[in-house]
Structures are given as structure tokens and as C-alpha cells.
């Protein structure tokens, strides 16, 4: 897993193939969130979710999830994500839910956590975004980095009003 480490314990965790072009979603921004060296956060990412990051979740007091996804509103959906009993260990089916549920498992706790959707248009084999997740990339990371700044300022996530500003 590609890590970039600035300490902390806020961890925003992203996912995908920068290869299948708006799928590299994820990747681009936690690139981008660990450019900018925002002490107390820890941006990871890789091609796809793994066992080995409920170890990483495990020492998180909150977390964020950032993936391409391929409906849905522009230019970002986010929702609230809590541990779920269905495990599958197909990599085709090991979803955030599951992760959260295999730290739960492992750890005996699993962060606050929050899944940031970026819509994504294209999918197909080629690197590089296209121009609307471009947008939709530098949207989704203003929001992060003011969700991470409440955080920081003790704010919860009620209180940060989150829900509206997506």
C-alpha cells in the first residue's frame, strides 16, 4: 500500500486503478491530501481494499474512504459508514463495511468512518481523469480538508454540518 504519512490519527484511505482512467479517482486525491502534509492525517491509498488495512483503521480515531463511483450526484456523495456481518473475501467483494468489520473483529474497535463517492465517467483502459472527475476530484478534496479542519477543531460530524455541503 502506496503510504504517505504526515502522523496523526485521521486516516483518509483511497482506492482504485489509475490505469481504467476516473477509477484512479481515490489515488489522485489521497496524492494530492499527502502533497499538502496536513499534520495529524495519514493518506494512504492503493488498488483495492485489503485485509491489511484494519491495522491502519485500528490506530485511526476517524476515517475516510474515497473511491470513484460510477453513478450518483456530481460532483461527490458522502455517507456515513458503520462495520458490516456479511465478510466476503473475494477481492472483488471486500467493500469499506467489510474492512470496518474485519478492524472491529481483529481490534475490538473500528473508527468513525465516512465514505467520500466521487463520480467518476469513464472506466475504460487508459490513465489519466477525465476532465469532469478533474472537477469532481478538486471538490471532493476542498471537502475532505474542511471535514479533517472541523475534526481538528473538535467538531463532530453533526455539528460540521456535513450532510449539506456535498
Given at each position: 500500500m502506496g503510504a504517505e504519512?504526515?502522523?496523526g490519527r485521521l486516516?483518509?484511505?483511497?482506492?482504485?486503478n489509475p490505469g481504467r482512467r476516473d477509477d484512479?479517482?481515490?489515488?489522485?486525491i489521497i496524492e494530492e491530501l499527502a502533497r499538502l502534509g496536513i499534520p495529524g492525517v495519514t493518506a494512504e491509498s492503493d488498488y483495492q481494499l485489503s485485509l491489511e488495512a484494519a491495522a491502519d483503521l485500528a490506530e485511526a480515531e476517524k476515517a475516510v474512504?474515497?473511491?470513484?463511483?460510477?453513478?450518483?450526484?456530481?460532483?461527490?456523495?458522502?455517507r456515513r459508514l458503520s462495520p458490516?456481518?456479511?465478510?466476503?473475501?473475494?477481492?472483488?467483494?471486500?467493500?469499506p463495511e467489510s474492512l470496518l468489520a474485519v478492524c472491529e473483529e481483529a481490534y475490538r474497535r473500528a473508527p468513525?468512518?465516512?465514505?467520500?463517492?466521487?463520480?467518476?465517467?469513464?472506466?475504460?483502459?487508459a490513465e489519466g481523469l477525465t476532465s469532469g472527475a478533474q472537477a469532481n476530484?478538486?471538490?471532493a478534496l476542498e471537502f475532505i480538508m474542511r471535514l479533517i479542519q472541523d475534526w481538528k477543531e473538535g467538531r463532530t460530524w453533526q455539528q460540521a454540518n456535513w450532510e449539506r455541503r456535498s
Open positions: 504519512k504526515a502522523g486516516l483518509v484511505l483511497g482506492w482504485g484512479g479517482l481515490g489515488p489522485a474512504f474515497v473511491d470513484a463511483a460510477l453513478e450518483g450526484p456530481e460532483p461527490f456523495e458522502v458490516s456481518a456479511n465478510i466476503s473475501f473475494s477481492t472483488h467483494a471486500f467493500g468513525e468512518t465516512l465514505l467520500v463517492g466521487v463520480r467518476g465517467y469513464e472506466f475504460d483502459i476530484s478538486r471538490a
